[in-house]
């Protein structure tokens, strides 16, 4: 669109001109800048019509495919998607409109959106023709301000060198050596809280209504933001300990939405991304100088690990800098995009899930005490951070991963991802022309009825533990779970996030009975990159002796 805009630009500028030059009398007051507007005026009033009524009402190849009732005039579906949670409305439609795996909506000015449901067109999509499908400007901007062009908003030949360079990092026989790290860190988070919810004179193992409310998404945060840091950079960047370490107050600066935020992401469907950085609002001062900070530690934190890793010992390093060094493909500020990239999706993404998860076994209760008691059974106790922790032992804890898949399953911490076509191509058959935004939204397919059942948007553990479904959770097709994306483009980093997941999850289980602050909270999903709930999630926590 903005090529066609600078193209009717030109195209007013050099009319104006010429009708100036050669038929005054049909210029406004024989003026340039009068002239000019009125046909700047006149063609966008037609691109107007053409792009918000005659093509997507009337010669769109996309029209024919089901899509919601209820379309107002000028803006589709925008009101409802504004006003809805993340990603909820993608979910209702999946399950309530009759589709072959492709849906079409609205969104503001009839701009099409294709929303993919189906394995089939999942699998195109997302592997089969997975380049034709890139992330869209407005993401690619928005995200970039804050992580640079890491492996995350790396696209075609760029994008197969960093993963093929970043791989090794992410390996599973590699995360399996980072457990130790991921449990001293759970075992660090867990006497932390001990000490919080233990008021001077008062017993950390009384009746749990008496203590005080802790709000988890705050310390699983802090406590994930330590792992990447080790695991990362091998630096601990001392969050647990310290709330106001100046790496955790940025982070919280970034990610706590704030109505300026809002209001600058509903700006930019409509204004050019260096337009929307000039106006002049806090925010636009807040993201700068938050990236200037976070880019600093990570040249600090490079030129640290340089020193440290000699030609000898250059392959012996277990966290991701490490690794990257040795595979020789990263230049410095490249190197700092990924760490980046890390730093900000690798623990804001589990730490929201953390918040979930403890939120939905504090409304089941007998889930929380089942997966407990499996926990102590199977586990060293969490005073002892040295404990050997390996994936074996993990694999014994059947209960826990399903209660951590189950989680994962229904409430993605990321809802909705958007591409683009970036050329002319097709999705199971249908034709796809160039620049069409496409999609894909977890919280759609992870609870869609028809690949999971009439209960698909109900917590239900059990379906992870029936034969044969420890991986599948009984969906017929692996595309059924999308929270870490599939193919080329899935997330590198989906064995550490869902190790870390667990680990941590079993020493707050283990160790806390847990209830809500307030059993009738009202959930709210407050819109981010991640799907947090608004206003945290309070819970009292009371220390279960005896692990």
């Not at 204004?271 to 976070?294: D, G, H, M, Y």
């Not at 951590?404 to 199971?428: G, Q």
Request: hydrophobic fraction near 45%; glycine fraction near 6%.
């Amino acid at each position: 669109m903005a090529p066609i805009k600078r193209l009717a630009t030109l195209m007013s500028i050099i009319g104006a001109f010429a009708i100036l030059r050669l038929s005054p009398q049909w210029s406004i007051n024989q003026s340039f800048l009068p002239t000019f507007l009125a046909l700047l005026t006149f063609q966008f009033t037609v691109l107007f019509a053409w792009n918000v009524i005659l093509y997507p009402k009337y010669l769109s190849p996309l029209r024919h495919l089901p899509e919601p009732a209820g379309n107002a005039l000028f803006m589709g579906q925008f009101v409802t998607i504004r006003t809805e949670a993340t990603g909820s409305p993608q979910q209702r439609w999946a399950n309530e409109i009759p589709n072959d795996g492709l849906i079409r909506y609205l969104n503001v000015f009839n701009e099409e959106r294709l929303l993919i449901t189906g394995p089939k067109a999942l699998a195109e999509v997302l592997t089969i023709k997975s380049y034709d499908f890139i992330k869209p400007a407005q993401i690619r901007n928005g995200l970039g301000r804050l992580l640079g062009v890491g492996i995350l908003l790396a696209e075609g030949e760029e994008h197969k060198v960093q993963r093929k360079n970043l791989m090794p990092a992410f390996a599973y026989r590699h995360v399996k050596d980072l457990y130790p790290v991921f449990w001293a860190k759970s075992s660090e988070m867990v006497k932390a809280l001990t000490d919080i919810i233990a008021s001077p004179g008062e017993d950390p193992s009384s009746d749990v209504s008496k203590l005080p409310a802790i709000e988890i998404g705050d310390w699983s945060s802090r406590s994930t933001l330590d792992i990447i840091g080790l695991a990362g950079m091998g630096h601990d960047f001392g969050a647990i300990k310290d709330p106001k370490t100046e790496l955790n107050v940025t982070y919280r600066t970034i990610f706590q939405p704030s109505r300026q935020a809002s209001i600058l992401g509903l700006l930019s469907l409509f204004i050019p991304f260096w337009l929307l950085r000039l106006i002049p609002i806090s925010r636009n001062q807040e993201i700068p100088a938050a990236v200037k900070t976070i880019r600093k530690v990570c040249h600090q934190l490079i030129e640290g690990k340089k020193q440290t890793l000699d030609s000898k010992s250059r392959d012996s390093g277990k966290d991701i800098i490490s690794v990257a060094l040795s595979s020789g493909g990263f230049t410095e500020d490249k190197l700092v995009d990924q760490m980046m990239t890390f730093l900000a999706a690798g623990h804001e993404t589990t730490a929201t899930a953390i918040l979930w998860a403890v939120y939905i076994l504090c409304r089941h209760p007998h889930y929380q005490t089942r997966l407990r008691e499996e926990i102590r059974s199977k586990l060293p106790s969490i005073e002892d951070p040295s404990a050997p922790i390996a994936a074996e032992t993990l694999d014994r804890l059947p209960f826990l991963q399903a209660v951590c898949n189950e989680v994962l399953r229904l409430h993605p911490p990321v809802t909705l991802t958007l591409r683009e076509a970036a050329k002319n191509t097709s999705i199971c058959g249908q034709y796809v022309p160039k620049g069409t935004k496409i999609i894909l939204a977890p919280s759609a397919v992870n609870g869609c009825k028809a690949l999971w059942g009439a209960d698909a948007l109900e917590f239900n553990p059990e379906r992870w533990l029936t034969p044969g479904n420890a991986n599948s959770g009984g969906a017929t097709s692996n595309y059924a779970v999308l929270t870490f994306l599939h193919g080329p483009r899935s997330c590198i980093g989906q064995a550490f996030a869902k190790a870390e997941f667990a680990i941590l999850m079993a020493g707050l289980v283990g160790r806390f009975e847990m209830e809500l602050e307030d059993p009738e909270m009202e959930i709210k999903i407050q819109t981010g990159i991640t799907a947090r709930i608004k206003g945290g999630v309070k819970v009292r926590m009371r220390a279960v002796e005896g692990w």
